[in-house]
């Protein structure tokens, strides 16, 4: 099993998530994040006064996958949140040893 972890800008959460889903991925994690690498923030006005926002907002999706659809999901990803702009992100893979379900007591793949 791999997990996927990608930061992501926030407003393309939505239409992400639903061809996730359509891909037959029935559950993941969202964290909204903060973070800066080339893009190195941005400045905000507010009451007339210039800010320096240092940490741009993103979001930061976590999914567990059978290591057969890893590259398929990875690849679905990009094509929905790349816009071409400095910023659009990253994707983290890493291997995942097991999985248990709480509840049940099920791991690995059953657990997913």
């Known amino acids: ?3 996927i972890e ?10 992400l998530k639903e061809s996730l889903f359509d891909e037959g991925i029935k559950g993941l994690t969202i964290s909204e994040v ?3 690498g080339r893009q190195k ?5 507010y009451r007339g006064s210039e800010y320096q926002i240092d940490f741009v907002p993103k979001l930061k999706l976590e999914v ?5 659809i890893c590259e398929r999901i990875t690849t679905l ?3 929905k949140s790349k816009t071409g702009k400095i910023g659009d992100g ?5 291997n995942v040893e097991d ?14």
Not at 41 to 45: F, L, N
Not at 101 to 111: L, W, Y
């Open 1 to 3: 099993m791999k997990k």
């Open 6 to 15: 990608a930061i992501i800008r926030p407003y393309l959460l939505e239409e």
């Open 34 to 36: 903060r973070g800066y």
């Open 41 to 45: 923030g941005h400045k905000e006005t």
């Open 64 to 68: 567990i996958v059978d290591d057969q």
């Open 77 to 79: 990803i990009i094509e």
């Open 90 to 94: 990253k994707i983290f893979i890493s």
């Open 99 to 112: 999985v248990i379900r709480i509840r049940t007591g099920e791991s690995g793949i059953d657990a997913i």
